[in-house]
Structures are given as structure tokens and as C-alpha cells.
């Protein structure tokens, strides 16, 4: 519940909750995706974002599935950016173009 005042829905928090899912992407590889955005989500945007609105609502707000699919969108595209990155680095020697030594031929 970082933000109580101010505009709760902001890029800062968004890169936070991001952050946070790689964590536990990190620590948790084989739980669910939406449950490491739920768990950021819960921990970076205050309740008058999320919370307060679906306890009126008796149903999942439609900011909350905004931000949700915010940060599961960067999540996704920082996952996939760091696997080409790997892939990058393992095909290094490779992208090396042959060694070219040049000789007279002889007669």
C-alpha cells in the first residue's frame, strides 16, 4: 500500500510491481504468471485502487484488470527481451565469421 494519496496509478508503481514479479519469477519459477502479478499488485498499489472499488462493485474492477494486465504485459516482454538476450550470448562464437588466412598457392 505504497500510494494513499496522489495518483496511485502511476509509471513508478508499475515498475515496481514489474520488478516484483520478475522476483518471484526469479524465486517461484513454476507458479502461475498471474499469481505472481496478483501478489505485486496487492503490494504496490494502495487498496483505494483496487481494493475499495470491488467491494462495492462485488466483482473484480475494471482498473484492477488494467494494471494486472499493465504489469503482465512488461513481465512478458522483459521475459522474452531476456531470452533473446541468452540466446544472444550462447551463439556468439557462431556469429563469428570464419578466420581467413591468406597463402600464395603453390605452382
Sequence with gaps: MTYEYGDPFNRE??????????KFR????????????EVA???????????????????????HDTIASEVRQRVQRRLADDRIDEA?????PASDPPGWIWERRSR
Design 13 to 22: 508503481a508499475i515498475e515496481k510491481a514489474v520488478s516484483r514479479v520478475l
Design 26 to 37: 526469479r524465486e517461484a519459477p513454476n507458479a502461475p504468471l498471474e499469481q505472481h502479478v
Design 41 to 63: 499488485i496487492h503490494e504496490h498499489f494502495c487498496s483505494c485502487v483496487i481494493e475499495i472499488e470491488e467491494q462495492i462493485e462485488q466483482r473484480r474492477s475494471g482498473i
Design 88 to 92: 544472444s550470448k550462447d551463439s556468439f
